[in-house]
């Protein structure tokens, strides 16, 4: 039965203009009408982005508020006009302009188009599912697409008590690579040496000298998830022909003021960045990943889980760097 004769209304946390967090408000507004190639989703579960945040200060281009933010979610199908999923099936739906360019997942019920959906098949709970979509694209596609980690090799992840820094440190283990990982708070050492990092190093701001202790050559691979604020000491930190690819902004700086390639980039180094799409996941690797998870073989480090009504407490706790893992929301 479509929702929309059981319910026409829905709530949803709105992000109203830009600004702090409590410029989000619980509202109740309407469920969206499903259209030809869009798939109304259910929403069970959704996780919180780091550029979510941007958006609510109003740093993203294009956004006009009010908006309902979320560019990821969980949730099952109540109604596809295309046919290509059927009622109550289970999906994954993330990136595509959605929560920026139109309304997305902070609500009970989302309207996103057909081509960033992805089905299916789990028994795990919706907050562990919640976790997997954002969280999997950018790590996969930042190790394996941007930084071609190997065997054998080393990587730092700056900013490693993230959700993306502790995925990213288990499925580098699952490849053979030696893992180095940071962390300016002291306290947070040994979750990153519980979640396999084989070091760990405080991150001061410049830890160049500290990795070329560990390794005098310098490390292979770089994932810079502090963002502009560390970018220069990582490149830094880089063996000849090595990579640095910057995924994250946890620093909260968009642009450096000074950049001199010629100097700040190593001889024969290598910059790049990873802004991955939907386009950059598939069904069969998404459904691998689940699997995983399902089976133990991989621990996603859920930080917290907040609720509907809480979104704005929930983009408090994030802006101020109190998560180990990362931030759910349950509807």
């Keep these: 039965m ?35 190639d869009w798939v109304l989703i259910k929403v069970k579960a959704f996780g919180l982005n780091r550029s979510e945040l941007f958006t609510r ?12 933010q979320g560019i990821e979610c969980v949730g099952v199908v109540a109604s596809d006009p295309s046919k290509t999923y059927p009622p109550g099936q289970q999906v994954a739906a993330l990136m595509g302009g959605m929560g920026r360019f139109f309304d997305g997942s902070y609500a009970e019920y989302t309207l996103v188009p057909l081509e960033i959906v992805f089905p299916f ?11 997997i979509p954002e969280m999997f694209q950018t790590v996969s596609g930042s190790l394996n697409q941007a930084l071609e980690i ?17 995925l990213a440190c288990q499925l580098a283990k699952t490849k ?21 990092a084989d070091q760990v190093v405080i991150d001061t701001g410049s830890i160049q000298k500290e990795v070329r202790k560990l390794f005098p050559e310098g490390v292979h691979k770089v994932l810079e998830l502090v963002g502009t604020r560390t970018l220069k000491d990582s490149l830094q930190c880089i063996a000849p022909r090595g990579i640095v690819c910057m995924t994250g902004i946890l620093g909260n700086e968009w642009t450096l003021k000074e950049f001199t390639p010629m100097g700040d980039i190593p001889s024969l180094g290598r910059l790049t960045v990873y802004m991955g799409e939907a386009s950059n996941l598939s ?20 930080d917290s889980v907040f609720s509907l009504h809480e979104v704005a407490g929930a983009h408090e706790y994030m802006e101020a760097n109190r998560a180990k893992g990362k931030i759910i929301v349950t509807t």
Excluded: C, Y
Aim: glycine letters at 10%; proline letters at 8%.
């Design 2 to 36: 479509n929702p929309r004769t059981r319910i026409e209304e829905m709530k949803a946390a709105v992000t109203t203009k830009a600004g702090n967090p409590e410029v989000i408000e619980l509202q109740e507004v309407e469920i969206p009408k499903p259209k030809t």
């Design 57 to 68: 200060r109003g740093d993203s281009p294009g956004v006009v508020f009010p908006r309902i």
């Design 121 to 131: 098949q789990s028994d795990l709970p919706w907050k562990t599912l919640g976790a």
């Design 150 to 166: 190997r065997e054998g090799e080393t990587l730092l992840i700056r900013g490693g008590t993230s959700s993306i820094g502790m």
């Design 176 to 196: 053979g690579v030696t893992v180095l990982a940071t962390t300016r708070n002291p306290d947070k050492k040994q979750a990153l040496l519980d979640n396999g």
């Design 283 to 302: 069904q069969p690797l998404l459904q691998e990943f689940i699997d995983h998870v399902e089976a133990g073989n991989i621990h996603l480090n859920i």
